[in-house]
């Protein structure tokens, strides 16, 4: 299973980074983890824009779906081979008016749904190609999913959008990497059901015994040094900051 990050900024993209977009791929399958502002013209520097096998909405807030709406266009009005087929898309309920209401002037209401097979999540496990998921709610002010991917024995949980919470470390347990969101900083921000901050989700990781941390969805005006500085305070094991372009190998 390997994994890519294809953005990793938090709220809105920063000079070096695109919003919230993760690959992960196995057996020629390619799933995205969201696809947040400038996703997919990063995604283009990994794969072609009809690579994608499936594609899985953390939520609906913009930095997570909002070039969904570009890649309607790409999939729609495809100039070389007409209309493409439509990818299966798990998101939150309401995902497709919530497209729908963004892009604006689909050429009908059910445009949307053409190139995009909408599947409601729900907690609990189920397959995407070859991975096996369980997604779990978290807890954020709409409806947003962490999600556990496993392949071949090995396993990568990405958080999503979260405060503090046990649905997520019980999500992350033994995981190989823990794709945890660091948005706040410890001290500063305190606003419960909404963020962690670094010593929050190194807490989580070192709850769930996870093999590897990697902080990610950190706003351009977050001091990202300090998170990781305090996840490392409270969880032993490796830690290091998510950056675009970067690969792992589980």
Not at 28 to 34: A, K, V
Not at 35 to 62: K, T, V, W
Not at 158 to 174: F, I, Q, W
Not at 186 to 213: S, T
Request: charged share 25%; proline share 5%.
């Amino acid at each position: 299973m390997k994994l890519t990050v294809v953005g990793c900024s938090g709220s809105f993209p920063s000079a070096e980074s695109a919003c919230s977009s993760y690959l992960v791929e196995a057996d020629g399958f390619r799933l995205l983890l969201d696809m947040g502002n400038g996703a997919l013209g990063e995604l283009q520097r990994h794969i072609g824009l009809y690579d994608l096998d499936a594609i899985f909405l953390s939520h609906l807030h913009a930095d997570h779906c909002i070039d969904m709406c570009g890649y309607f266009v790409a999939r729609y009005y495809r100039h070389d081979g007409g209309r493409a087929d439509a990818i299966p898309v798990y998101a939150p309920e309401g995902a497709e008016q919530r497209l729908t209401t963004a892009y604006a002037d689909t050429p009908s209401d059910k445009s949307m749904g053409e190139v995009f097979d909408f599947h409601t999540l729900k907690p609990g496990t189920f397959q995407i190609g070859p991975f096996t998921v369980r997604t779990e709610k978290v807890a954020h002010p709409v409806d947003t999913f962490g999600i556990r991917v496993e392949h071949g024995g090995r396993s990568l949980t990405y958080s999503g959008d979260t405060g503090v919470c046990d649905p997520l470390v019980d999500l992350a347990e033994g995981t190989d990497l823990f794709l945890c969101e660091a948005a706040f900083t410890h001290g500063k921000e305190d606003i419960p059901d909404l963020h962690l901050n670094g010593r929050e989700a190194g807490a989580h990781a070192a709850r769930a015994g996870v093999r590897r941390l990697v902080l990610t969805h950190i706003p351009p005006w977050t001091d990202a040094e300090r998170n990781l500085a305090d996840a490392r305070e409270v969880y032993e094991g490796p830690a290091e900051l998510a950056v675009p372009g970067a690969v792992y190998e589980l």
